[in-house]
């Protein structure tokens, strides 16, 4: 039997095959882009994400060979869709959905902070408050859009709309409502009354129904099983959001185990039994063993967004040469940069381009580049923009660190920004914890292949995802170049304290807060 798995990232929606015992077939991908209309604004509109679903499921299919009656289900993960897409009653979308990057609701934030106390919120939700949250995004529709709020029957997620239009079930799974923050009750695993009522957002315009990750949603319907090539009522499985979703990928079922996901945005989490909370950190349940694990991750706003925006405003050259040849741009410019030294020259830059969410929660934070002089050139800048992710990854780290937990010291790291070599030794030697990736790039989409095996008994537990998962080489810390890249670390965290009140003039100036 064969499986099928898809994540709808922030960027694009990638689509992976595999067998029963977690072999890989086949894969396709789509690439999209986010409209950001303001400053420190992030929406989609969710018929982006359908049509890129359909069309990789669609072409994994006919690539494969596999026969329909082949693949036992299929499971889906999503981007974390901040509000969710406010819907009417007839689940038509009303506006785009908030995205995680989103930093909009800023007065809706210092609202809560003003009027809900940190114990309450916490000690229900396991999180605290920042514009990153979903809920806080709800309130700002509600505060801005009195005529979109008074029409909206649901918030649905990015993975739930593309589940309920190939089976016609509203549902969301755990995780993806714990996330949400603010309105679930991370204890008791339910939408929290008490939470609703102060915040003001209306229980009804919550999922109804929340399942496990590895549940079935539902059946896929035969307008979509003839338009990807598959069997009508084939399982759809309910899936979670990609971040413990990738961290599943990379076999990650007991506390100490972590794992970097780095694409767009990076997000590093573990998992406990609940023991270590902290409102520094992003809180919820796992996608397996819903009932019983957490997951707490740290996000950084950008991480392969940082060498995208460089490659695409300073590597016209370097794009050139990849039509040409085929070589990646990124692997042109990691070329130039790979003979500079730690520390760039004394180049230091805060990756802050879309504001920050752990650990500073910072929706005025801006990317900065501090140190340049004549004798520098592009590739000292693009070197310093790959440290800077290792620099916030390292942040977020130390504080759940902070709250006694006990972490391996190898770290697993999936995602986009694995495939270079290079980066991920930065990774190492910044952090100070050897990297281990996977062998193939298969990252949240395997993850939810799996997923998709559990939820159609092709699969009898979750323990047989290390059965599944294998390794590259690790890539170990280089001892001398850490005490260096320690002393940037800390001007790095200097850096921000330092900017961090011009920063927020520079936002109120600029017209995005």
Not at 53 to 60: L, R, Y
């Given at each position: ?221 035969k307008e979509f099983a003839q338009a990807m090539g598959l069997l009508e009522g084939t399982p759809v499985v309910a899936g979670g959001v990609d971040a413990p979703v990738a961290q599943l ?79 990646s741009a990124y692997t042109l410019l990691e070329l130039q940069a790979k003979d500079i030294a730690p520390g760039s020259a004394g180049i230091l830059v805060l990756p802050y381009f879309m ?159």
């Amino acid at each position: 039997m064969y499986l099928l798995g898809t994540d709808i990232g922030t960027q694009g929606t990638k689509t992976v095959m595999v067998d029963e015992k977690g072999n890989f077939i086949t894969d396709a991908f789509r690439e999209y882009q986010v409209i950001t209309p303001r400053p420190s604004w992030a929406e989609q509109w969710p018929d982006v994400w359908l049509e890129a679903v359909v069309e990789t499921i669609a072409e994994c299919v006919k690539k494969s060979g596999v026969k329909p009656q082949e693949i036992a289900g299929l499971a889906l993960s999503g981007l974390y869709g901040g509000s969710g897409i406010p819907v009417d009653d007839k689940v038509q979308p009303l506006y785009p959905c908030l995205i995680w990057m989103d930093r909009r609701a800023r007065k809706e934030t210092q609202w809560v902070k003003d009027n809900v106390p940190l114990e309450k919120i916490f000690g229900i939700t396991g999180n605290y408050v920042d514009s990153y949250y979903g809920f806080t995004k709800m309130m700002w529709i509600r505060n801005n859009l009195p005529e979109i709020w008074n029409k909206i029957y649901q918030f649905v997620t990015p993975k739930d709309y593309v589940i309920y239009r190939f089976t016609g079930n509203l549902i969301t799974d755990f995780s993806s409502a714990g996330n949400i923050g603010g309105v679930f009750d991370i204890h008791k695993r339910t939408w929290s009354d008490e939470m609703c009522e102060i915040l003001g957002i209306p229980r009804r315009m919550l999922p109804e129904v929340i399942i496990k990750s590895s549940d079935v949603a539902g059946k896929l319907n035969k307008e979509f099983a003839q338009a990807m090539g598959l069997l009508e009522g084939t399982p759809v499985v309910a899936g979670g959001v990609d971040a413990p979703v990738a961290q599943l990928c990379a076999g990650v079922l007991e506390p100490g185990e972590h794992v970097a996901m780095a694409g767009t945005s990076m997000c590093w989490g573990t998992v406990h039994g609940g023991e270590y909370l902290t409102p520094g950190l992003v809180s919820f349940p796992y996608v397996v063993y819903d009932d019983k694990l957490i997951y707490t991750f740290g996000g950084s706003a950008t991480s392969g967004a940082l060498a995208r925006w460089f490659r695409d405003q300073f590597g016209r050259y370097e794009k050139e040469v990849e039509q040409n040849t085929g070589i990646s741009a990124y692997t042109l410019l990691e070329l130039q940069a790979k003979d500079i030294a730690p520390g760039s020259a004394g180049i230091l830059v805060l990756p802050y381009f879309m504001g920050e969410r752990s650990p500073i929660w910072d929706p005025d934070a801006r990317g900065t580049i501090l140190g340049l002089s004549l004798y520098h050139n592009r590739a000292h800048v693009y070197r310093a923009m790959l440290e800077a992710a290792a620099y916030s990854l390292r942040h977020n780290m130390e504080e759940a660190l902070k709250t006694g937990m006990k972490l391996n010291p190898e770290c697993w790291i999936v995602g986009g920004v694995a495939r270079s070599s290079f980066w991920v030794q930065i990774f190492a030697d910044v952090t100070g914890f050897n990297m281990k990736r996977l062998s193939k790039d298969v990252e949240a989409p395997f993850g939810d292949a799996f997923l998709a095996g559990l939820g159609t008994g092709v699969i009898d537990k979750p323990e047989r995802i290390k059965d599944w998962v294998s390794f590259r080489p690790v890539i170990e810390v280089d001892v001398e170049r850490h005490q260096i890249y320690t002393r940037y670390y800390e001007l790095f965290k200097e850096l921000y304290r330092s900017t961090r009140e011009v920063m927020q003039k520079l936002a109120e100036l600029s017209g995005s807060v």
